[in-house]
């Protein structure tokens, strides 16, 4: 009896600071990145680039360092090149589910955050949806 | 790394690039070679990208920032994205942790009296192992402190026929031996030595020093001892032919006479009449061939110095531990190739005998057997706490099946359980250990005499991280084994026990439990009990001598000051007779070898009868000692036939014997001794016996029968001598000291070695029995305690299982001694298994104790008698408590409470 209860508790504990706690802007931009299928590095930085607007432009040393804190996080995985891979001797990613858990928690977390904006009222110039 | 693929074909690499790649090569090996080249291509189209659109220089700037910042994070990983799952874990197993410490430590401040006593049997049974162990370790297992002391040996020359028959070595063999290491003979190099004494003059009194050891120059690279100041000696230090004119001491002599001065290297002392230099201090620790030298000095030994004939002692350094034996047989050839040169030789062959065995040999089977005893006692001392755990896990039963009930799994309540045991054994090991270090205290003082390497006995890390691991297994094991049986209980068994229902299962585990104490107390006991029967039988030896009123003292003549043999025996006649004047001494005389006395000159020579080839194949073996007159008185020892060596014993008179007892009955079986002649040193000498005296026991009174013959010392005169002197007033000490004063007074730069009571030589004789027996005894009589707290606590936890049953007897009509018996039979049925088991114990274990014992069968019926009384004592006063508790029980009280 008691241990379900304290199993439960423990589980809500570590939403709660996984909801608390934000993912990280350039986490943020890979995962969502990788939502359109499997990449490359250098296939990263350009959809990264282009869907930020040129505001996030990462080079290779702090890429592969997120990469990897990805992967070991299990948010990401290496994948099969895509059928219509160019250079199928380089390393694809792909978003894993417990991946794209987070990027949808995160977009929900930033819609709250943005809703929470919107009411208080002093951010009218914000972007509509 | 490999040229990355489809890259575009550049010219030659930016010297960020030559930047970024030397960073690359420095990314932990976890960072893979693919990885590794994605990167470098990623690196190269960005860069590519960068020139392209006109910002190469911002790149640059970024890029090597970026590669800086990669390499942090390829060995710092950064975990932010997982942290906060990883904090929960943590902080959730630290708080179980803490909060297990935290309900453990209630617990059992809320049992103050079970948890002490629990403590406190771990920690006799901790304490006791670990003082023991501290000797074990530091005697058998320590590391000599030597190079690979595996790799040497100690080699004897002994006799084919007659193994006891030993002698030493040639100088002229240390040559041969010398030239054969190397060359595949096995042998990687050769050490000597031999005993000598000096008198260290200078700076205060005259100081004979009683161990200086005369040794090679190759003695110290051999062995590798490691100095405690300054160097060993060295082949450079030794002259052709002559000793060394600089010396090692001992670090005893370095502390007692130099007040531990570091500065003492390169004094020079006056040894002997002769200045040699101080160039290094020894430990006392160090694990040389004798303990106790003051003074190492180095000779060269030339094979013409024939004075060192059979006196030198060898130590061999083979190239491995496996290749004894060759080198044994290279050194048998060597030895046989020598036989032509030295007739004496003849029918001798080399041993080797490991080194290790030659420091501890002697003691090795009396510290296995303290061991064996300290380990029942730690036994009986787990299975004591097993049973208390048990006792306790009987009453916290309920709540551990109300927790189960309740859902904490048994993982949970496990955890709980184990967390009790460890704090409980910790508690114990540090009981334990303050424990251990007194007894160690106590230990050390007792055997400082008795055991080698007694320096090397100390409690230190080896010694503690064994305390720590035995209690902390006793603790866990034996604390947790009551417990874990409760596990293989199901849930609803449990709570019914729990409720009141009988418990079979414990009562049948704490009666196991009993029986296992009983048993190794019994085995205990009985080995103390041999120990302590063997002690005084040794005591209840007569000696054949008289020593209690006895003082002696060692006087080793200056060879320079007294060169001539007429000097030699003037000397002792002139203390004699200046003894003799005074009234408090009795009788005095001197003998080159004192019964039981350690550092005598001991050894036996060939003899022949008269009509027999004295150079022939001699059987006939005794003793030898020169004794001046005065010395059987002196001694006490009863003239049988003819008469004692006195006064009218001339050095040119008739050359003259006494023999003893045994000699006489193996000589001439039947015959009158007295008036026969014999011979020996080869021939050389013949004497005519004139007197019979009776046998003493020489090396202590487990000693067998020895043939022994005295000649007077004026007619074979020795310059080390030990004077033995009847005080009249029954005060050894004073006639001790009355021969140190005599002495000065004859001559003041004479020292006189050492003076005591002969009594002390006696005590010292018995020594090795008197610590088993002191040891055992004491572990006996601890166990005995142990044993009975754990038959009372099994008892009165059967009286109370069976309160019910016991009321209900009482109430169909059973008296008192009806319950009384009840109680005294469970105990009785307990204790005679226990008994049973025990002696089986001793059945198998006698052959441990055997070499120990004296004049008594290791099955000897009265100590196995002696003990069964004592145990079934020891049970019945451990039940009264329980049995009056139970006998007073009043049905009508148990049944209303039910």
Known sequence: ?129 | MSRPHGTRSAVRPSLTELFFRLLLALYPRRVSAGEREDMLWLFRRLEADAVAEGRGVRFAAAATLDALGGLRRAYVPDRSLLAPARRAERTEFMSTLSHDVKVSLRRLARRPGNTAVAAFTLALGVGAVTAIFSVFYGVLLRPLGLTAPESLALVTLHHTERPSDTMGFWPSHLEALRDQAGNGSGLEGVAVYYYDSATLEGEGEALELDTALIVDGDFFSVLGPQPLVGRGLTREDVAFGRRSDVCVIGEQLWRSRFGADPRVLGRDLLLDGRTVSVVGVMPNAAPLPVPGVDVWIAEDFQPQNTALSGRLSLIARVDAPSSLSTAEASLAAAVTALLDEDPRLDGYTAGFHSFQDHLVGSVRNMIWTAAVGVSLLLLIACVNLASLQLARAVTREQEMATRRALGARRTQVFSQVLCESLVLSLLGGVLGVALAAGLHQLLVGLATDLLPRIHDVKLDLPVLGFALATSVAAGLLFGMLPVLFTFTRDLASSMRSALGAERPAWTRMRSAFVIVQVAMAVALSVGAVLMARSLVALGEVDPGFDGGDVGIARIFLDGDAYAADQQKAAYFDQLRELLLARPDIDAVGASSGLPMDPITIDYDVPYALAGEDPRGDVQRQAFFRTVTAGYFDAMDIPLQRGRLIDGSDRADGEQVAVINATFARRAWTGDDPVGQTFSFYGGSRTVRVVGVVGDVRFAGPADGERAEFFVPHRQITYGAMTVAARSSLGDPESAAAAISRAALELNPSQPVHSFFAMSSLESQAVASPRFLALLLSAFAIVALLLAAAGIFGALAGWVADRRREISLRVALGAGGSDILRLVFGRSALLSAVGLGLGLAIVKVGAGLLAPHLFGVDPQDAVSLGAVAIAVVVVTLTASLLPAARAARLQPTQVLRSE
């Open chain 1, 1 to 129: 009896m008691a241990q379900p209860l304290q199993l439960f508790m423990l589980e809500i504990s570590i939403i709660k600071v996984m909801t608390r706690d934000a993912l990280k802007p350039a986490d943020f931009h890979i995962l969502l990145a990788l939502t359109g299928g499997p990449l490359h590095g250098y296939g990263l930085v350009q959809r990264m680039e282009k869907e930020s607007e040129g505001r996030v432009r990462l080079l290779p040393g702090n890429l592969y360092a997120m990469l990897r804190r990805l992967e070991e996080g299990e948010l990401v995985a290496e994948s099969e090149a895509p059928d219509d891979a160019t250079d199928r001797r380089r390393r694809y990613y792909r978003l894993t589910e417990a991946g794209r858990e987070a990027l949808s928690a995160e977009t929900g977390r930033l819609e709250r955050l943005l809703g929470t904006i919107r009411e208080a009222d002093w951010a009218r110039g914000g972007r509509q949806r």
